[in-house]
């Protein structure tokens, strides 16, 4: 069997646009992200230039309005960009998906005045997002954060902190879900908070086992006193907007993980067709290839459910249910087929001579980001059997 090169994913795209952007993606992936993924990723390096010309090319703002600034393509479109670029770097595509859901909060509940001054910069004019809903206390009991804002004349005065903030202490502006009123999910608020606002400050960033290009850090909040014109939505409809984003967001976290579980099923079958043991190419064994047709099956099977779920949302239709699916079965497919492409590889794939160690350790944090697969799991049987007994 000849060696054989990874051939780029059958897509059905709806429009010729589409096709072009697609096209376009995998030329930004394969000359400015491909070629120092290893080296950026061992030096923790966030690529900030990348995303710079991301947002050049119109890729940071694709599911929001035209009107101010975004491209307005439909989710089963950004989507699949997701995923493209999450297979060239997950550093990259889940920073723009964290990007697209910091912005979702004002692109859907902002005025047409707050829109007006602030969505063109953030959708393309070269500016990152941070989205700050979790709290070092309040996890997955998201409802339970502490982060408190008190009204004072015109302006709101926001001190806490949050944590596991992707783009933490780099990003140029937050959306912060803070206490406004009383305890529960009726008491919080969302705000737009600049990345330079005096009293917000970040830890150092988070040792990880993966993503180490991506920062991932405490955000303080010590006094930061934002206008109420910053606030987003009506007091006490933060966390309506917060689980609104969540279930959009989870899609992106899905198309991430097909992307590195794709990319990680490319390395397995190079490999496989280029080792040669007893005399023939390893592929050619079919106890390994059951193992790649497996791995290829579970990543069809993944994004065929994510673009279900796109169409459903693309259509105004109830989604959520399935972009829990979606997430749950996406990152666990993820961490499958990043194990099996490891084992593929043998001895060598426990070495960060190749992608395949890298690509199993980032697999790992797909399970956990924007709700565990547990908390997946809970949101599915409350859609099947109603919520559970108090």
């Not at 069997?1 to 795209?13: E, N, S, Y």
């Not at 998906?97 to 001054?117: C, F, M, P």
């Not at 989205?131 to 709101?156: F, H, I, M, N, Q």
């Amino acid at each position: 069997m000849p060696d054989r090169a990874p051939q780029p994913v059958d897509r059905q795209l709806p429009t010729d646009e589409a096709r072009d952007l697609i096209s376009l993606v995998r030329d930004i992936a394969q000359h400015e992200i491909a070629p120092s993924v290893a080296e950026e990723e061992d030096a923790g390096r966030f690529p900030r230039e990348v995303f710079t010309l991301l947002s050049d090319s119109g890729l940071l703002g694709l599911p929001y309005d035209a009107e101010f600034g975004g491209g307005e393509q439909p989710y089963e479109v950004y989507l699949q960009v997701l995923e493209e670029l999450a297979a060239a770097r997950l550093t990259v595509g889940l920073g723009v998906s964290v990007h697209t859901l910091a912005s979702y909060a004002l692109a859907t509940h902002g005025t047409k005045e707050q829109q007006a001054e602030h969505l063109p910069a953030m959708l393309g004019g070269g500016l990152l997002g941070a989205y700050c809903l979790s709290e070092p206390a309040s996890g997955s009991d998201a409802a339970s954060l502490r982060t408190k804002a008190v009204r004072e004349g015109d302006d709101w005065v926001i001190t806490g902190t949050k944590a596991w903030i992707t783009h933490g202490g780099i990003a140029d502006f937050c959306t912060v879900m803070a206490r406004t009123g009383e305890d529960g999910p009726r008491g919080i608020t969302a705000f737009l908070v600049p990345g330079d606002a005096e009293g917000l400050s970040a830890a150092v960033p988070e040792r990880k086992m993966g993503l180490k290009g991506s920062p991932t850090a405490q955000v303080h909040l010590d006094g930061v006193r934002v206008p109420d014109a910053r606030r987003i939505g009506d007091e006490g409809q933060g966390f309506a907007i917060a689980l609104s984003a969540l279930d959009s967001g989870r899609l992106g976290i899905a198309a991430c993980a097909i992307g590195v579980a794709q990319a990680a099923l490319d390395e397995a079958v190079s490999y496989a067709a280029g080792r040669r043991q007893f005399g023939k190419p390893i592929a050619d064994f079919q106890g390994l290839r059951f193992m790649l047709a497996d791995m290829a099956t579970q990543i069809e099977a993944g994004r065929a459910l994510y673009l279900t779920a796109a169409r459903l949302r693309d259509a105004g239709l109830p989604f959520a249910k399935q972009a829990a699916m979606a997430k749950l079965h996406c990152t666990d497919t993820a961490m499958r087929v990043t194990t099996d492409a490891v084992q593929v590889l043998g001895g060598y794939g426990y070495t960060a001579d190749f992608p395949a160690e890298r690509y199993m350790r980032e697999a790992k944090v797909l399970q956990i980001v924007e709700g565990t697969n547990q908390i997946q799991r809970m949101v599915i049987a409350r859609h099947l059997a109603g919520p559970e007994e108090r």
